[in-house]
């Protein structure tokens, strides 16, 4: 349920002359985000995907909704979060054709996927959701900061697409010992739970450290998207809500609302973690421990050293 609505249409203001980058833009949440975007005149979105083919015609969708003569600039970009060299390879392309970056959209991810390792050899769910996000947020820090310094009247942001399932995470929150494994003695929606804890642990600490940028998290509700049809691990209770709770569950246009909200309103408090619409601090306990969140970041510091460039 959303505490109150959010109309797109009013509440996004002029994005004229402004840069946008969304991960998994090319279906659910993404796709929906980069189309409320592209109605407010941005100077370009870069819709990032795995397939490129699901982009174009992702891309084809969105100009046809919108319409008219003057068609909004909506660049594909092939990006593979289960390889930090398809990140880094992403990231490369973007920094040599973009002038500037002023909202990026951390939204792609897996949930409850069955206990596997990325090409890197991480949790799957953990090097997906966190790491390859953590990496292209790291890698285009140059940009964001510089465009930050140029325009003081823009508030560049990082919103994270985290989820209020980060509650079912370990009771460590973050389980450092099973990040390089399978994870099989954990539950799906526990490896799920962990990497959504860590995504919010590490933008509360990137917010204390990069303070000219704003940083948020957020929970973008039950939404019915694509997420649950890769959910092949988790528990039956949870696959018979997935399959037979749609329609109790948000629209997709309703489900983009609160990470649309927290790349543009003025209220966004850095580092701040929001439930739908813009509903502030149900983080878990662990979810909230700075201590905690400076030791995913060193961790996560540690791992991508060898792909910052």
């Known amino acids: ?36 975007y592209a109605r407010h005149g941005p100077a370009e979105i870069w819709m990032a995907s795995r397939n490129l083919d699901k982009a174009n015609q992702a891309i084809q969708d969105i100009h046809a909704q919108i319409g008219g003569s003057v068609l909004p600039v909506i660049k594909p970009l092939q990006l593979d979060l289960n390889s930090l060299d398809s990140v880094q390879q992403a990231a490369r392309k973007f920094l040599s054709e973009a002038q500037r970056l002023d909202i990026l959209m951390l939204n792609a991810g897996i949930m409850a ?48 697409v985290s989820s209020d399932a980060h509650a079912r995470a370990p009771k460590a929150g973050v389980v450092f010992d099973s990040l390089k494994t399978p994870a099989e003695g954990m539950g799906a929606m526990e490896r799920y739970g962990q990497s959504k804890t860590a995504s919010i642990l590490w933008t509360r600490h990137m917010a204390e450290i990069h303070r000219d940028i704003k940083w948020a998290s957020i929970h973008p509700g039950i939404v019915s998207t694509g997420l649950g049809a890769g959910a092949k691990d988790a528990s039956l209770p949870v696959r018979v809500l997935l399959k037979v709770g749609r329609p109790l569950m948000m629209t997709v246009e309703k489900g983009a609302w609160n990470q649309l909200w927290a790349s543009v309103s003025p209220e966004v408090k850095t580092g701040g ?34 792909f910052m460039f």
């Not at 509440?11 to 796709?31: A, D, Y």
């Open 113 to 160: 996927s069955p206990p596997a390792l990325t090409k890197d050899g991480y949790e799957v769910q953990f090097g997906t959701n966190h790491l390859g996000h953590a990496l292209l947020a790291k890698l285009l820090l140059p940009i964001l900061k510089s465009t930050a310094a140029r325009d003081t009247s823009a508030s560049v942001r990082v919103v994270v």
């Open 1 to 36: 349920m959303c505490s109150r609505s959010f109309s797109p249409a009013t509440e996004i203001p002029s994005l004229q002359g402004k840069v946008i980058l969304v991960t998994g833009g090319n279906n659910g949440l993404g796709k929906q985000a980069i189309l409320e």
């Open 273 to 306: 973690y929001y439930e739908p619409v813009g509903v502030a601090g149900k983080t878990s306990e662990k979810a909230s421990d700075m201590m905690l969140a400076d030791k995913v970041a060193q961790w996560t510091d540690a791992e991508l050293q060898r």
